[in-house]
Structure formats: C-alpha cells, structure tokens
C-alpha cells in the first residue's frame, strides 16, 4: 500500500493526469498479450477461408465446389444459399451481402467460405473454385462514379449565406480539382473472428472488432437468431484504426454459420493479401473548388463539390461524407459557401471508417485552396491562415450552425509559431533555396480544429460494470475496445480516481457483449469520453453507498467521507480501504454498480445539415520543415514540431504517443501510401511489397510533441480532450511543405498542382508542371 496522505491533502491526491504507462505493456513487450488468434483452441477446431470473385463486376450463375470439396482436409464449404438467416452484414443500408449471390460488385468479393481441417488447406481449397461470369461494365473511380451520377446515396449539401453573390463582390478568385487517395488501415492483427457453438443454439464469437454490439446484431440476423444467443468478445485488438469497426462483421459472420452448421468451432483468420482485397479503406475523394477572396486573402464565398470513392455498398459512406461537409472549414470562419458531398458507387472493396472518419478529407480541401491563395497574392500562407480564423466573440458559428467555443486557435498557433522559430526558419529556407538548383526546402504550419462526437446522436452513450471485492480489488468492464490506443488504463484511472484507490487495485475485463449491452463502437475518438463517464458513474455510486456506510459506522456525514490513496478518511479516523470493504460486506452493502452515460447537448438535422453535432472542438497545429530533390521526387522530413490540445489530459503519456502515432500514420497517407487498381478492377497494392507504410526511417529525427495547456468548458471527463482522430489532420504540414518546396522551383509564382499522396512520382510530375509554368511566364 501507498503511504497514506494527510485528510487536508485527500483532495488534492488523483490518480488521473499522470503519465502511467499502458495497462498492458509489459504484456505487449513479453509477448504475453492475449490476441484473438492466440486463444487456446476447444478440440475439435476448424479453419475456414473465403472464395473470392476475380472479376469487378459480373453475373454469375453457378459456382462449380467440385474441385474444393475434393480438396485435402476440407469439411464442408457453405454459399449464399446456406445461411440460416438474413445474407447482409450492412451497418446501416442492408446491401452488403455475407457472400454474393448471382452478382457481384468488386475483385475480392466473397463467394463461399470453405471450412478445412488447417488454415493453409481451407486457403488453398478455396482458389480452386471454377466460376463462369458474365461481365458488366465497371465504375473504378469517384470522377467516373460523378460523370455516370453512380451514387450510393443521394448527395448531400450544405449552404450558408449566398455564395453565388459572395462570389461576384470577390476582388479574386481561385478555382481548380484536387485528389486525395485512400488509405489502407494495416492494423499489424488482421481480421479474425472464432465462432465457437453453445448449448440451446448459443454461439460465442471472440474477434477482432472495434463494435461487439454490432457484431452481436449480425451474426444473430445470419444465424436467424435473437441477440442473446449471441456473445461477442473482444479483449484486444493489434490496431484497429476504424477498419475493425463495421467489416469485421463479415468475418463474424462467415465463421458464425460454419459453426452454426457443423456444431463445431471454427475460426477464420484473413491472411493479409486477402485482408486488404476484401476489405475498405480510407475513402479517396476527389474536389472541384472555387473561392472568392479579398486583397488581404481573407475568403468571402467558398463553393467545393466532393465525390468520394464509396465502392459497392453504403457501409458507413455517408457519415464520412457528412463529416467530411462539417469539417471542411477547418479552423476558419466562411461567410457564404456551397459545400456538396457525394458517395461514388465504384466497383471497388466498400470503403468505411478510418481514424479521422471524413474529416480530413473534408479540411484539407480548404487547406489546399488557402495554400493557392497566399501564393496568388505573393503572402505566407500562415498569414492567410491567421487573418482567417474563426473569431472568438464574433465569426463563431460554424456553416451548420454551431457555436465555435473556447476557441484557442490564436493562442496555440501563436505558441507554436514562436516556440518553432517559424519565422526566422522561413527567411533561413528561402537563403537556401536561392542558392541551391536541385534541392529545396519547404516550410508549413497547419492548424486543426476538429469536432468530438458520432455524427448520428443515439450513438453517443456508453455502459459499465464496476466490482469491488472483498478483498479491496476492483474489477471493470466497459462497452469501449482496446486497439493498442490506451482506453483501458484511462478508464483505470478513472475509476481508480473516484474510488481513492491505488492504480494497481484495479482491472479491466475483455469487452463482453453479454455483460455491457447496446453498446456503441470505440470510435470517432468518443471511447474515453463515453466509457470512461460511464465507468466514473459506476464508481461514483459504490464510493457514495461506502460513504454512507462509514458515517453510518464510525460518525460524521457521508459528504465529509474522503477516499485516497487506499485510505478512507472518516469522522477523524483513517481506515484502509480494503478493511472498509470487508465492513461493508459484512452489513450487506452493495459492492458492484452500473454505470452509464449520454454525451447531452447534441442534435443533427440530416436534410438541413445543421444542428449541434459535436460535444466540443480539439484544437491543434503542427509545423513541417522538409527537403526535395527536384530530380527525382525523393523527399525528407528534417523537422516537426506539434502543439496538440488534450484539455486536462488524462494520461500525457499515452496522449503524446497517440499524437505522435497519428502524425506518421497521417503523414503516410499524404506521401507514400498509394491504392493502385489495375484496368480490371483488382487492387494491385494488397501486400507490404506494393503498399508503403512509414517505418522509423520516415521519422524525423528531430520531432518536437507537446501537449497545450487547455482545461475543457464541456463537461467532459475529467475536462479531458480526445487524442484519438484530431492529431491525424496535423501531417496536413509535410503535405504543405513538400507543396511549397516544389513552388521554390519557380520561385513561389506558381501553385504546384500536387494530389495526394505525394509520391516522388506525383512530386516529379509537380516539379515538370512548375518549371513549364514558370517558363511560360518568363
């Protein structure tokens, strides 16, 4: 036991804003974390792997299994036809079938699982099936999804003021396209689900997924079953980033109804190849923009339209698209816009969630068109930024009418601007430049602000259980998963916090669908927020009900009780918590609570596009220094340096580390991450051969994280911020600084037409467009 604090200090004592380390990094290091593969397996094990289409878009008739029932080791090998229940694991519009049925829509589609003795023999079995399809044509981009109007959802729009009259007061105008590719989210564990069958037609499905209760609902509609004869455990992920949110639903599923109809366990684990054919990435969007500005760059009219690449079927395409719209002013005030947004149905893998969700997608449009204008008007592009911020008393209110409170922009670029040395380095960069032909150097500050809630309401609420035993451990469980991103050891806090205990006291469980019920995915950087109030509710009342006990034992008022430390302060005593607990047990007080809560304060209007969608706004701003050989496209990040708004922070540790993990991770899908389709649909980058993921030599060596020192107005836990989604936007700096590298070659006259990511072939393509551009001028 800690040693004990005097009772006038049990105030000041926390277990919260420290720097712990995650719960289960020792676990991580030895090589001792439980993943879903490495869960003992029940006797009688199967392994199953999916068949999948060869072709983009096609009918078919038949399938001939001959081949692959024949196959060594297979079982058994189910189609459409063999499902108990519903065929769809859609997660919101109901047309994303289990396994094709007569049609399918992308290359990597499933047809048929095949269930083997061995993992490798069920691979193997399931290429040997022989399909005869009937081609159709095939949409593979967003530009082509927009000329054809191929739509899986209708448009969306939202509109402030009158833009087109905006427009014509404009002194200036700049107009022009942009593309931003997707992203593959490459958690290091892929997809995996083992569906394991149960008396009385129960079945237990332990995977990897970011959604039990989605899960749950899934496989219960496969099997055509009532939710609880469904569990669903998760008690870890090996990354999740979004991916695992509403596509590990076809994995559950697949393994469900094997099991469901052999009565034996099976498991499907998803090689990586496979993974990412199957399954949907970051979506890429395309835009064509056109502002209106002032002599000064300040921005009176903005009209964007967006397409992004949806793939087949809806998934979550339209609340990335809506978040997309909501973020697509970033950290400025737009008077008068015309902001247009459209899901592309593409015969592509159904692209769904990734950390960020749309929001960068939709901020880094306004940040590309104010990089046009600085450069147009012969200004720094953090000038136009700055003289554009959203105001702090006035210019507040968001294009869908939500009030831009405690707003830090100005303080927190300021901070950042002079801690980075930004100018001096700007002067320092162009010296450089002027004397060197080949390589150039570019500087970029950006700044973030980013909303903190699920688009659709109801989603905002979370559930928790909270045990104390007799012996003074606590044990929590929560409706939030563990994807490597620390919420366990913060709801550990949490609620080590509101009981006064040590941080060792406490333990959390796996994730359990038949424990905490209803719950809403770890997602949209809302899991610490929503599960770690629910769990504090839990807390709160077991602490209450133990207060009430010891005044009611020992003398003085339950309000006058204080627990911390492991210490009990009553009525002048001091009493170990664990003793107190055994007293309580013994008079028959309850020991164990629920808990439970709902973000207040939020609505959304969908036909409007407007309302009250986010909780609060996280603020932040990076700054990028790189080098560029305008030779070969070659590029380096020398510096960064990130001043990220946690609010009261809850663990900085943790919280520094997801800002610099969301930085590469970013930073990677503006420069090297690359989703190449071949002309017949099938994605060529399905493997780390072909995709480039930052690795540690993509890290500057000098790299500069803190936190900014900004307590919450809303009532969030403990005044925190969340640190899971907004860091992702601030790399929008190397992307700017490699832009405006490539603008030194033309002596900063002309605005390299650089897309996303920023591959050295997209530079080099950039450099040739500059330097014809700046001879033209000349």
Request: overall charge negative; proline content about 4%.
């Amino acid at each position: 036991m800690n040693h004990p604090v005097a009772p006038e200090l049990a105030a000041a004592w926390t277990a919260v804003g420290l720097p712990r380390k995650h719960e289960s990094a020792e676990l991580h290091v030895l090589g001792q974390a439980t993943y879903t593969d490495d869960i003992l397996e029940v006797q009688g094990t199967l392994h199953a792997a999916l068949g999948l289409s060869a072709k983009a878009h096609a009918k078919f008739s038949t399938i001939d299994l001959t081949a692959v029932r024949a196959s060594r080791g297979v079982v058994a090998v189910y189609t459409a036809g063999d499902i108990p229940g519903t065929n769809d694991c859609g997660p919101i519009i109901h047309d994303d079938p289990i396994f094709a049925d007569g049609l399918v829509q992308y290359v990597g589609q499933p047809l048929f699982v095949v269930v083997a003795d061995t993992h490798d023999n069920a691979r193997r079995a399931a290429r040997l099936a022989k399909v005869d399809y009937d081609e159709l044509p095939a949409v593979l981009t967003p530009q082509a999804a927009r000329a054809a109007q191929s739509y899986v959802l209708p448009p969306m729009k939202l509109a402030r003021g009158d833009a087109q009259a905006a427009f014509e007061r404009a002194p200036h105008r700049v107009q022009g396209e942009l593309h931003v590719g997707g992203q593959e989210q490459f958690y290091l564990e892929g997809q995996i689900a083992y569906a394991i069958p149960k008396e009385g037609s129960g079945m237990l499905v332990q995977c990897s997924t970011q959604h039990p209760s989605e899960m749950q609902h899934v496989v219960a509609h496969a099997l055509g079953l009532h939710s609880h004869h469904v569990t669903v455990e998760c008690r870890r992920m090996g990354g999740g980033f979004g991916g695992k949110e509403s596509q590990s639903a076809l994995w559950c599923a697949a393994s469900a109804i094997a099991a469901h109809k052999l009565k034996r366990p099976v498991k499907l684990r998803a090689d990586r190849d496979d993974d990412m054919l199957v399954t949907g990435k970051r979506h890429c969007f395309h835009y064509l923009y056109e502002v209106g500005y002032d002599d000064s760059g300040k921005i009176v009219a903005a009209k964007v339209d967006m397409v992004s690449r949806a793939g087949y079927s809806a998934d979550l395409s339209g609340p990335v698209a809506t978040r997309a719209v909501c973020h697509f002013d970033n950290t400025y005030y737009l008077s008068d816009v015309d902001i247009r947004a459209a899901c592309g149905k593409t015969n592509t893998q159904s692209n769904t969630a990734f950390r960020g969700f749309g929001g960068p997608q939709g901020a880094i449009a306004i940040e590309y068109v104010i990089d046009d204008i600085a450069r147009n008007l012969g200004k720094d592009a953090l000038d136009i930024r700055k003289l554009n911020f959203y105001g702090k008393t006035d210019h507040n209110v968001t294009p869908y009418g939500q009030i831009v409170v405690d707003n830090v922009i100005h303080e927190l670029v300021a901070q950042l601007e002079e801690s980075s040395e930004y100018r001096a380095r700007r002067t320092a960069i162009a010296q450089f430049n002027a004397g060197s032909p080949v390589l150039k150097k570019g500087l970029a500050l950006t700044p973030v602000k980013f909303g903190i809630a699920f688009n659709v309401t109801h989603l905002n609420q979370a559930g928790a259980l909270v045990h104390v035993y007799v012996d003074g451990s606590v044990l929590v469980n929560h409706g939030g998963t563990e994807m490597g991103q620390g919420i366990n050891t913060k709801v550990m806090q949490c609620v080590a916090h509101e009981l006064g205990v040590d941080f060792a006291r406490v333990r959390v469980s796996a994730t359990d669908t038949s424990k905490v019920a209803n719950t809403s995915a770890t997602a949209a950087s809302t899991g610490a927020d929503l599960n770690g109030k629910a769990a504090q509710d839990a807390a709160r009342q077991i602490r209450d009900r133990l207060a009430a006990f010891a005044a009611t034992k020992h003398g003085g008022a339950a309000a006058d009780v204080r627990f911390a430390d492991d210490i009990v302060y009553v009525n002048g005593m001091e009493i170990d918590f664990p003793q107190l607990v055994q007293q309580a047990y013994l008079a028959r007080v309850q020991l164990w609570s629920d808990g439970f809560y709902a973000t207040p304060g939020l609505h959304w209007d969908p036909k409007t596009m407007t309302g009250n969608p986010f909780s609060y706004f996280a603020y932040g701003a990076a700054v990028s220094e790189v080098v560029v050989d305008t030779l070969t496209g070659e590029w380096k990040l020398l510096r960064a340096g990130v001043l990220y708004d946690a609010g009261n922070s809850l663990n900085p540790a943790i919280d520094i580390g997801q800002v610099e993990g969301a930085f590469i991770q970013g930073m990677g899908w503006l420069t090297t991450e690359e989703l190449w389709w071949n002309a017949g649909g099938k994605l060529m980058t399905h493997a780390p051969s072909t995709y480039k993921i930052p690795a540690i030599s993509d890290c500057p060596e000098d790299f500069r994280v803190q936190l900014f020192k900004n307590r919450n107005v809303a009532d969030s836990i403990h005044r925190s911020k969340a640190v899971g989604e907004p860091p992702l936007l601030l790399p929008f700096s190397v992307f700017f600084a490699i832009r405006d590298a490539v603008a030194a070659v033309g002596d900063n006259t002309v605005n390299p037409p650089l897309n996303a990511p920023a591959t050295c072939e997209e530079i080099l393509k950039a450099v040739c467009a500059v330097q014809a551009q700046a001879a033209h001028k000349a």
